[in-house]
């Protein structure tokens, strides 16, 4: 089993940046790719970014136009995103999603609210 846990969501002003970050826990050495989604109420869950176990970042959506960034950290068991340029359409429910052991392990989400 995986757990993980998102950190880092909240209120900014668009043009703004802000930091999510997302610690894996339980059987990490099983977790394979990582990947933040995010979700609106009524939507379907849509990829923002996604990672490789090695670190190389492999998908964006195609929204994100070069504003976002993602890292991972294997030592510490996190993958952070870094949100640039922030835009009210950004406002949703970012959510961490870890692969282990051909499973599909997610958060319960962090919640980014964009508007002046």
């Known amino acids: 089993q995986v757990q993980l846990a998102e950190s880092g969501g909240g209120w900014v002003q668009p043009g703004e940046p802000l930091k999510l970050s997302c610690l894996a826990s339980?059987?990490?050495?099983?977790?394979?790719?990582m990947a933040w989604y995010r979700q609106t109420p009524g939507q379907e869950r849509e990829l923002v970014a996604r990672?490789?176990?090695?670190?190389?970042?492999?998908e964006f959506g195609d929204f994100v136009k070069g504003r976002f960034t993602i890292r991972r950290d294997n030592t510490n068991n996190t993958v952070d995103l870094q949100m640039n340029s922030l835009r009210p359409e950004d406002t949703a429910v970012y959510i961490c999603?870890?692969?282990?052991?051909?499973?599909?392990?997610w958060g319960q989400g962090t919640q980014v609210t964009v508007s002046a």
């Open positions: 999603c870890a692969q282990a052991s051909d499973l599909d392990y």
């Open positions: 339980g059987k990490t050495w099983t977790i394979g790719g």
């Open positions: 990672i490789t176990r090695g670190g190389v970042p492999r």
